[in-house]
T-cell receptor, first 114, second 114 residues
């Protein structure tokens, strides 16, 4: 089955530690995205990548970093500089060639930092 | 900058009631419009989409939405809701001019009581 996997489902970290969230897709999509979902705020874009080895900041990139070394993978690192890291993180992908930019989402990772 | 407004943050309905969720966007050009749904414990998934043509679009599970360009609106409707429609609904927009990021509304949480 094609789809997007995110691991782990739940993640707990101590304040001051960096943490990396995994996102893998086997849909052969060029574009991948990271969103943060907080209650009452919808989805806010953190970073996105249109092709391998290239990525752009979204609306709330501060305190986060990404890499795109492979088409299938787009890991997100939540650094200690992120002031409020506890949130639900969603990864998505889309096909640039489809012309529709419909995004497909993974199941998400709930990060709790204490 | 583009923005999407969902005025109803929480909606409570009884089964068989009719549903209309509002969505307004701010962008002067041609747009692609989406409604996504997030059922409890499940992935965010596409409910329906509009790119061009008939402004009344039909999606999964009996949902439909009407694009009214003059009102910058894309309201979601269902004539008779079911308990299983309990979920959070997100409206999203992207300009129809090449690769552009998707902008989401803040979401509407729908609770359908049996």
């Amino acid at each position: 089955d094609g789809g997007i996997t995110q691991s782990p489902k739940y993640l707990f970290r101590k304040e001051g530690q960096n943490v990396t969230l995994s996102c893998e897709q086997n849909l052969n999509h060029d574009a991948m995205y990271w969103y943060r979902q907080d209650p009452g705020q919808g989805l806010r874009l953190i970073y996105y990548s249109q092709i391998v080895n290239d990525f752009q900041k979204g609306d709330i990139a501060e305190g986060y970093s990404v890499s795109r070394e492979k088409k299938e993978s787009f890991p997100l690192t939540v650094t200690s500089a992120q002031k409020n890291p506890t949130a639900f993180y969603l990864c998505a992908s889309s096909s640039r060639t489809s012309g529709t930019y419909e995004q497909y989402f993974g199941p998400g990772t709930r990060l709790t930092v204490t | 900058a583009q923005s999407v407004s969902q005025h109803n943050h929480h909606v409570i309905l009884s089964e068989a009631a009719s549903l209309e969720l509002g969505c307004n966007y701010s962008y002067g050009g041609t747009v692609n419009l989406f409604w996504y749904v997030q059922y409890p414990g499940q992935h965010l998934q596409l409910l329906l989409k509009y790119f061009s043509g008939d402004p009344l679009v039909k999606g999964i599970k009996g949902f439909e939405a009407e694009f009214i360009k003059s009102k910058f609106s894309f309201n979601l409707r269902k004539p008779s809701v079911q308990w299983s429609d309990t979920a959070e609904y997100f409206c999203a927009v992207t300009p129809n001019t090449g690769f552009q990021k998707l902008v989401f509304g803040t979401g509407t949480r729908l609770l359908v009581s049996p």
